[in-house]
């Protein structure tokens, strides 16, 4: 099981990818979307570390233990966000991010349209800021 | 009630209402809920935790206010308040068919413009809602509404895996949907 540090690490490191791809000029919608995401996965991972799930995967193997069916992990994720009090300041800004990171599955070619550069942008530079900001403010990551 | 394609009500949806409750009422409530089960009243549900029993009173009072100000088809209203969340939740799933939990589910969804159509698929203990929307690009701020819609919408399938998802009607490929039933279509 991956430790805070290495949560937070991935995250940071994530985060900064998105910002080269993004800045000063976006490359690409869907990879700045999709980095995004899992920066602030990892971000909210590293800040269940110190809460009573400690880790996600351990978590979702329990939780299926004697149960037919149990959600995906980031439909459990999006539950657990919204389960706390703490978290749930940020839940749609999260849901954002995953929306935008998933439509790519299933969405036509020109749905860049859709999740155009001032989606991407927002997700940057409000959405994950906002998401760090509410977990540093509950002491649930260190900002560095 | 497959394919079954609802007609747009222009009223105000019960649902809708409840969320203006909410808005009204802006604090810490665990859970609101208004369920009408005559034809000449409706009632009002609120669950709080027993942490916020000395609001208790204070909720009440406000709601009331809020009832006043609000008139709903001229019906009689009534509140009845429970803190006790498990005994509200057995009481809604007993009342409903699958059939009107959707119906209840989609309500509230139906009076924004930009949704066009819903699709649904219910299989024993999973609902997944589709939701397809007409604008052109990603709106923050109603999705976000839309997000606040679904998170009561999940309370009300209690003990069932509610999932929605959402997307744009123009970008979609519609057999992706072959496994879905629709359920409300625009216009």
């Given amino acids: ?18 910002d080269l791809l993004l800045n ?17 996965l990892q971000f909210v991972e590293a800040a269940f570390t110190r809460t009573i799930v400690k880790h996600l995967e351990e978590y979702h193997t329990n939780l299926k233990k004697g149960k037919s069916e149990v959600p995906g992990k980031h439909t459990l994720m999006q539950q657990l966000i919204e389960a706390d009090p703490r978290l749930r300041r940020f839940a749609n ?5 995953r929306i935008g990171s998933e439509a790519s599955r299933y969405l036509k070619t020109g749905y860049s349209q859709y999740f155009n550069d001032d989606f991407v942008r927002r997700c940057f530079e409000v959405n994950l800021q906002k998401i760090k900001c509410e977990l540093n403010r509950e002491k649930l990551i260190d900002v560095v | 009630m497959n394919d079954q394609t609802l007609v747009n009500n222009s009223n105000q949806s019960s649902l809708s209402r ?12 665990d859970e609101v809920a208004e369920l009408s089960f005559e034809s000449n009243k409706r009632f009002f549900y609120v669950v709080r935790s027993s942490k916020y029993k000395s609001e208790y009173e204070a909720t009440k009072g406000i709601i009331k206010e809020y009832l006043m ?3 709903i088809n001229g019906k009689y209203m009534d509140i009845v308040t429970s803190e006790d969340e498990t005994r509200w939740r057995q009481f809604t799933s007993m009342i409903m068919s699958d059939d009107e939990l959707l119906i209840q589910s989609i309500e509230a969804f139906v009076s924004y413009e930009e949704i066009c159509e819903i699709y649904y698929c219910i299989e024993e203990s999973y609902v997944e809602l589709f939701i397809l929307l007409n604008n052109d690009s990603y709106n923050f701020e109603l999705m976000h509404q839309l997000y606040n819609i679904e998170r009561l919408v999940k309370r009300m399938w209690d003990g069932r895996f509610v999932e929605f998802h959402y997307a744009p009607e123009k970008y979609l490929d519609k057999k992706f949907l072959s496994n879905y039933h629709i359920v409300y279509k625009r216009g």
């Fill in chain 1, 1 to 18: 099981m991956a430790t805070y540090q290495e949560h937070y690490d991935q995250a940071k490191h994530n985060e900064e990818i998105a």
């Fill in chain 1, 24 to 40: 000063p000029k976006c490359c690409s919608h869907a990879w700045v979307t999709i980095i995004t995401f899992y920066a602030a």
């Fill in chain 1, 93 to 97: 800004e999260y849901r954002d991010l």
């Fill in chain 2, 18 to 29: 409840t969320l203006s409750l909410i808005t009204y009422l802006d604090k810490d409530i």
């Fill in chain 2, 69 to 71: 100000r609000t008139v």
